[in-house]
Structure formats: structure tokens, C-alpha cells
């Protein structure tokens, strides 16, 4: 028996009047997909506790059987594992965003953030600009004052780590969740370490106004990456071992750091093939073939597709249709029909992480739907994959145990 995991990140959502009152997933063509959920089962799924952020971070611990309520410290110290970072007693790992701010003579806190991601700039750009931002003297200055360096993530996610630094009581805001929004009241704020982070942040800002590499960008009709933005706060974490507590091995394929960083700390191997970029071009192929690479050696696999969340985040609805679209043509239905061929028997388990509004582009907790289809059953619920699907069928109210639900434990 082969096991699947494969989530769309963000793919739910509330009705959206534009798609004449329908959610993303009901109005998006995705017929293989709804095959499936036809000939399984369609319930709802609650991943992110209440009380904790919604986000990826929780999210997708919640779905590899880890309990955010008792293990989750913040976002970084999960991207950070994904590079071997090691922290140390006291230190705290940041997610170090590059930002697109809306340019002009207002005050710094007067201005608003256009992108969580500077327009999801280049990774080797990305990596540039903010290489020169921590080598300059004045920057440098006070980023040694502050005890914080800088780990390169080769995409608008960096990883900065602070030594020895007192978060207690800090109140640090995902920008993505706040886009197009002054950023004053989002500042750090909370303790007097989040003023050291907010000089940090004016600075960066007032430099990289100044920046070659953004007039570059500009001149090319880009954004400039004017900002870093702190966020994620968190000190070291361990997690529970997935083979150990599942007994089952495998592999978890995607490009985002954070799902690098959850599979290298519950001890599963981490693919990241060729041309997966964590954004609509992403090359579902690659991905696919990595799943069944996996399976022939192991009995479990995961993908993770962040192209719908990162689309609703940049305000493309019709990208987010498209991501969705794409789960069906190019992952789900070429991955079912290799492994039949293969003539193996499997469960797949498809779900979004979370929600991501379209109406704000931002993340948001509560039930999502989930897919779970065995290929040795040929009936099912009779319903197509959606949030009103979800709603109709079993409620399980952790994702925590959905590990247990694929593996039939």
C-alpha cells in the first residue's frame, strides 16, 4: 500500500462575488479531482488550533501529526532547520522578508506594504540585496549592536538570527496579511527588543531606497525590495518522529523552506526538484515524478504546491484558479494513472493547509475540506471537492490525526 499526501496550499476560501458568489475550488474546472472526491470521502478538517496564527507554519505540523499546542514556538525556527541553522539557548530565528513599499517623502510609518514578497523578486536578487544591506557600515553597525545575522534564502525569505535576545511579550505581524496597509500600527511592538528590530527596519528601508540593484529593478518595471520585515519569532524546537510514531518512510517534495524544515525535523528526506519555485510556475511535473521516485523505495509521500496561497497573497484570482486547475491536470491525474499502472494499491489524502481570502489576501483559520480517496474502493460520498462539500461529510476537529486517517490507524 502506497500513501499520498499532497496539499494545495491555500487553496480554500469564502464565495467570491467576481466568481458569482462561488469559492475558488467550485468555480475552478478540476475534474479528476472531484472523480476522486466522488469515489472517497469529503469532510472538513480544522488545522490551525484556535488561539494559534493561521498560517502554513501550524497548519501543516497540525497535518504531520505534530501539535502546535505543544510544540510550535513561531514560523523561523522550522525555515531555519530547513538550512542546518542551529540555534543556540537564547538565540531567536526571525523570518527576514524583502518587501515592496509604497515609495515617497512620508514617514516612514505613514507608508504602505504593496508586497509580502517585493513582487516575488528573484531568488539570486533576493540573495544580492540583502547580502549588501548587512554589508554596509551603518547597517552593519547597528545589526551587530543587535546581535542579528543574516541567512541567505535565496528567494524573499531570508532567515535572520538574533543572539541572545528577549522576545518576551513581542508582537511581530505577517505582512502578507496586511497588504496595502500603513505599516505603522504593524511595526514590531510589545518589549524593548522590538524596538531594536523596528531601527533595524527604518534603516533598511532608508538604505535600500538609495539601492543600484533597485533603481535597477525599477528601471525594468519592477518592484524594489525598499524593506526587510521581521516576523515569525521563535527559539528552537524539536518534533516528534514521523517514521517512529507512523511507521511508515518517505519523503516530503516541495520548494518552501517551511516544509523543508517540518520534514527534516520529524526525520522524513526532503526532494526539491528541478524548476519547484513555490510560485504558479512551478513545475508540476518534476513534482509529480519526485512522488513516485519516493514510492518506489518508501511507502509514504508528500507534495506541497504553495502556488495558490502565494497567488491569492498577489491579488491574482485568476492564478489561483489556474494553481487549482493544474493540481488536477498536471499532479493529480497523471500521478493516479502512473501508480495504477504500476498496479499499486493507494490512499490519497488532498487538502488545503488553511484558507487564504481572496477578499483580503490574507490567511485565516477554521475547517477546510479534505479528500481522501482509496483506490480499492469504488463508491464514495458522490461529492465534488469544496468547502460545501466538507461541510457535509465527517468533521475532524484536529488535524493531527489526519496521519492517523490516511494510514487507517
Given at each position: ?168 511579550g513581542i508582537r511581530l505581524i505577517p505582512p502578507h496579511d496586511h497588504l496595502g496597509e500603513k505599516i505603522g500600527p ?72 517551511l516544509c523543508h524544515g517540518i520534514a527534516a525535523l520529524v526525520g522524513l528526506d526532503v526532494v526539491c526538484p528541478e ?135
Open positions: 500500500m502506497k500513501y499520498i499526501l499532497v496539499i494545495g496550499d491555500g487553496m480554500a476560501d469564502d464565495p467570491v462575488p467576481e466568481l458569482g458568489g462561488k469559492t475558488p475550488l467550485e468555480y475552478a474546472k478540476k475534474p479528476f479531482i472531484d472523480d476522486l472526491a466522488a469515489k472517497g470521502e469529503v469532510g472538513s478538517v480544522l488545522n490551525v488550533p484556535v488561539g494559534l496564527p493561521a498560517g502554513s507554519d501550524t497548519a501543516i505540523m497540525s497535518i504531520f501529526g505534530c501539535d502546535p499546542n505543544l510544540y510550535y514556538t513561531g514560523r523561523a525556527p522550522l525555515e531555519a532547520a530547513a538550512t542546518g541553522i542551529k540555534l543556540n539557548a537564547g538565540d531567536v530565528a526571525y523570518r527576514c522578508n524583502m518587501v515592496a513599499y509604497e515609495q515617497g517623502d512620508m514617514p516612514f510609518e505613514e507608508k504602505r506594504i504593496l508586497s509580502h514578497s517585493a513582487g516575488s523578486i528573484d531568488g539570486a536578487v533576493s540573495d544580492e540585496i540583502v547580502t549588501e544591506l548587512f554589508n554596509d557600515p551603518e547597517f552593519a553597525e547597528l545589526a551587530e549592536d543587535a546581535g542579528m545575522s543574516v541567512n541567505l534564502g535565496h528567494s524573499f525569505r531570508h532567515i535572520a538570527v538574533q543572539s541572545q535576545a528577549d522576545i518576551t504593524l511595526l514590531p511592538s510589545g518589549c524593548e527588543n522590538a524596538a531594536v528590530l523596528r531601527r533595524l527596519m527604518v534603516k533598511a528601508n532608508e538604505l535600500l531606497e538609495k539601492s543600484a540593484l533597485n533603481e535597477k529593478l525599477i528601471a525594468e518595471g519592477k518592484m524594489p525590495a525598499n524593506g526587510i520585515w521581521f516576523w515569525a519569532e521563535g527559539t528552537a524546537v524539536a518534533l516528534p518522529d514521523f517514521v517512529e510514531k507512523n511507521g511508515h518512510s518517505g519523503a516530503v517534495v516541495s520548494a518552501v523552506p524548476g519547484a519555485t513555490g510560485e504558479i510556475d512551478t513545475n508540476y511535473e518534476n513534482k509529480m515524478q519526485a512522488v513516485l521516485d519516493i514510492l518506489e523505495d518508501n511507502d509514504f509521500a508528500a507534495v506541497h504546491v504553495e502556488a495558490p496561497d502565494e497567488c491569492t497573497h498577489n491579488g491574482d484570482l485568476k492564478g489561483k484558479i489556474q494553481a487549482i486547475e493544474w493540481l488536477d491536470t498536471r499532479m493529480l491525474s497523471p500521478l493516479a494513472k502512473a501508480m495504477d499502472a504500476r498496479g499499486w494499491d493507494y490512499r490519497i489524502l488532498f487538502l488545503s493547509d488553511h484558507k487564504t481570502l481572496t477578499a483580503t489576501r490574507g490567511h485565516e483559520g477554521g475547517y477546510v475540506p479534505y479528500m481522501l480517496y482509496d483506490n480499492r474502493n469504488k463508491s464514495g460520498c458522490g461529492l465534488p471537492y469544496t468547502e460545501a462539500s466538507g461541510l457535509k461529510g465527517p468533521q475532524v476537529n484536529s488535524g493531527v490525526s489526519l496521519m492517523s486517517i490516511l494510514f487507517e490507524k
